[in-house]
């Protein structure tokens, strides 16, 4: 149990289906992420919240919505999906501080489907 | 953008052989971690090492750091056949975390 957890688990929804993944921390951590990870590819970062506001939009399309109400709370809106963002999504969290050397905390994911 | 690059992109080896994973990136940083990833879960922190410093112990894992050649290696010493899994280098990029695409690690019972 990292302090991270991301519901839900396992997702399957059609193109046209509008679903929020959900990630909450519970480690005080100011810093949230939302990482997205394809078969044999690299972590893509996709969006960073510090201090509950967005730092960092990876030129991720519209039809993913982040939004952060609180410090321990992280969603990722999604609607209209195309089968290609079918992936496991991670959420992350980390403390973010001056001495530059964050380490991150991740959930276990939620690994989408896209029909 | 991709700032860790592993290599090699897979390695299986017998139980109690050591493990060696390197990762190689572009630009200047704060610090190197590496990660490990079970199959269809989360990333888990192993080790940091900061710029300045040139290796660095944890256990049965050893991490080294050279900056000149912009590249880090990961040794595994005594390996089980737990340690199977994903290994992940990340890189601070303006203080975002850039991953690469993993070294998969099978050791064998």
């Known amino acids: 149990e990292t302090g991270v957890t991301q519901t839900p688990r396992h997702l399957v929804m059609g193109m046209t289906n509008k679903k929020s993944l959900k990630c909450e921390q519970h480690?005080?951590?100011?810093?949230m992420y939302w990482y997205k990870q394809s078969a044999k590819k690299p972590l893509e970062l996709m969006f960073v919240?510090?201090?509950?506001?967005?730092?960092e939009n990876n030129s991720v399309p519209s039809r993913f919505s982040p939004e952060c109400p609180n410090s321990s709370h992280l969603f990722l809106h999604l609607h209209t999906l195309q089968p290609e963002d079918s992936a496991l999504y991670l959420c992350?969290?980390?403390?973010?501080?001056?001495?530059?050397?964050?380490?991150?905390?991740f959930g276990s994911g939620t690994q989408l489907s896209v029909l | 953008s991709q700032q860790g690059e592993e290599d090699p992109q897979a390695l299986s080896i017998q139980e109690g052989e050591n493990a060696t994973m390197n990762c190689s990136y572009k630009?200047?940083?704060?610090?190197l971690q590496w990660y490990r990833q079970n199959s269809g879960r989360g990333l888990v922190h192993l080790i940091l090492?900061?710029?300045?410093?040139r290796e660095k112990h944890s256990g049965r894992l050893r991490v080294t750091l050279d900056t000149s050649k912009k590249s880090s290696s990961l040794l595994i010493t005594a390996s089980r056949a737990a340690d199977t899994a994903s290994y992940f280098c990340?890189?601070?990029?303006?203080?975002?975390?850039?991953f690469g695409a993993g070294t998969r690690l099978t050791v064998k019972p």
């Open positions: 919240y510090s201090l509950e506001e967005r730092v």
């Open positions: 480690l005080g951590h100011n810093a």
């Open positions: 992350a969290s980390s403390q973010d501080g001056t001495e530059g050397d964050e380490k991150l905390f």
């Open positions: 090492i900061r710029s300045n410093e």
């Open positions: 990340a890189t601070d990029d303006n203080n975002d975390m850039r």
């Open positions: 630009t200047s940083i704060n610090n």
